[in-house]
């Protein structure tokens, strides 16, 4: 069922709680190296101060496993979010009665309050009932834009909402929120066809129940990556050194005959774990005993390549290879750009977060697709048909 977002309620004069993803990479220094997360979240902050409201924002950061460290505050993310949105932002002080800071706050129309990291306290991973109602007590609405976090009974995400929704007030999307809901769900649900999902990545158990998921609705399954190397050995090939699953032979062996299913059939193989190793390429019936895949190699780009530029609808989870060493990255950059061919050509292209979102941006492609998910796992617990509990502790639209 969609949710409430925004832009179906009245905030002005309202202290409105916002859960965000600010879990930005930063260097040792605390430099942040890619600002994206925080920008994503400017369009539903931007809204939200349009329409009046009195804005705290909150976020986690790293894993300070429940404690208040320098290394992990928010004081960076403050300063950037300060700079791209245009406002003031002050940032809660942290003690260790109150890690989060939530009794420093005053939600002013003049600034925006953000609290400290919600893992500063275990409290938070613990979804703790007093934290919840502390975290409530600040708002008269609560929005929840970080679907990264959805996945996540939490108290910043499921238990603020749950005591906010018991006392009547408003518990919506934000605009990314929505976004992600609309992209994922409208894919699942109502599909452009052909409707093709690509799988890569290391396991196949990570994977097995978005395969079962997915191959019911899909016309097409693309698995490359590591976990096409135990489908392989299911066929009862050689794979070298290259990754294996055995626990999921079985399951694959199942899938073997399935006429959906789209398998690599040639590799780029090398001796070592380098980007400088010697490799080959050779037919996935042929891989030496020595050796191990690290990409799909060029026949199987190209089958690859021709089921998804015949697509209207496509979702990428996990890449093809080790996209992180350029000699292997081939066969990611190629799925990236029969992906761009295609949205170009009009079909609904989704990048389903984690890897496959970071290889995108690497190599460049980003702004070619129609949506690039926040979520990792979240993405493939959506997929998988799970609920999220961040996502259903919001209110449902009438």
Not at 86 to 103: C, M, R, Y
Not at 219 to 246: C, P, Q
Not at 325 to 349: E, L, S
Request: overall charge negative; glycine content about 10%.
């Amino acid at each position: 069922m969609s949710k409430q977002t925004i832009q179906d309620i009245d905030v002005q004069g309202k202290r409105v709680l916002v859960r965000v993803d600010f879990n930005v990479p930063q260097e040792d220094d605390g430099t942040i190296t890619d600002d994206r997360r925080i920008a994503a979240a400017i369009p539903t902050l931007k809204a939200l101060l349009d329409g009046g409201a009195h804005l705290v924002v909150m976020s986690h950061l790293g894993r300070p496993k429940g404690k208040i460290s320098a290394e992990f505050s928010l004081a960076p993310v403050a300063e950037r979010l300060q700079t791209l949105i245009g406002t003031d932002v002050h940032l809660a002080t942290a003690t260790e009665a109150d890690p989060l800071g939530i009794t420093t706050v005053s939600p002013s129309d003049a600034y925006i309050s953000l609290l400290e990291n919600t893992r500063f306290t275990a409290a938070e991973e613990a979804n703790d009932a007093d934290l919840s109602a502390q975290l409530a007590s600040l708002a008269d609405v609560y929005v929840n834009d970080a679907f990264g976090a959805a996945h996540r009974a939490h108290a910043s995400t499921e238990g603020v909402a749950t005591v906010l929704r018991s006392q009547g007030k408003p518990c919506v999307a934000g605009l990314l929120m929505d976004k992600e809901i609309a992209y994922l769900g409208g894919a699942l649900k109502t599909p452009a066809r052909p409707f093709v999902a690509i799988l890569g990545g290391a396991k196949v158990k990570d994977k097995i129940k978005v395969i079962d998921a997915l191959l019911p609705k899909v016309d097409s399954l693309i698995v490359g990556g590591g976990m096409s190397y135990t489908f392989n050995k299911a066929a009862g090939r050689e794979i070298g050194k290259s990754l294996l699953d055995s626990d999921s032979l079985p399951y694959c062996a199942s899938l073997l005959g399935n006429e959906k299913l789209v398998l690599p059939v040639d590799v780029v193989v090398a001796g070592a774990f380098s980007n400088d190793a010697p490799s080959t390429i050779v037919p996935n019936t042929a891989m030496p005993a020595d050796q191990e895949g690290l990409d799909i190699g060029p026949e199987t780009i190209e089958k690859f390549a021709a089921v998804i530029r015949g697509a209207k609808t496509v979702i990428w989870n996990g890449p093809m290879g080790v996209f992180e060493m350029p000699n292997f990255a081939k066969g990611t950059k190629a799925i990236a750009d029969a992906m761009a061919d295609a949205t170009a050509a009009g079909a609904i292209t989704i990048v389903g977060g984690g890897d496959s979102a970071a290889a995108v941006e690497l190599l460049g492609y980003a702004d070619r697709m129609s949506h690039i998910s926040t979520g990792g796992g979240a993405s493939l617990e959506f997929l998988e048909g799970r609920v999220l509990p961040g996502l259903a502790a919001l209110d449902n639209k009438e």
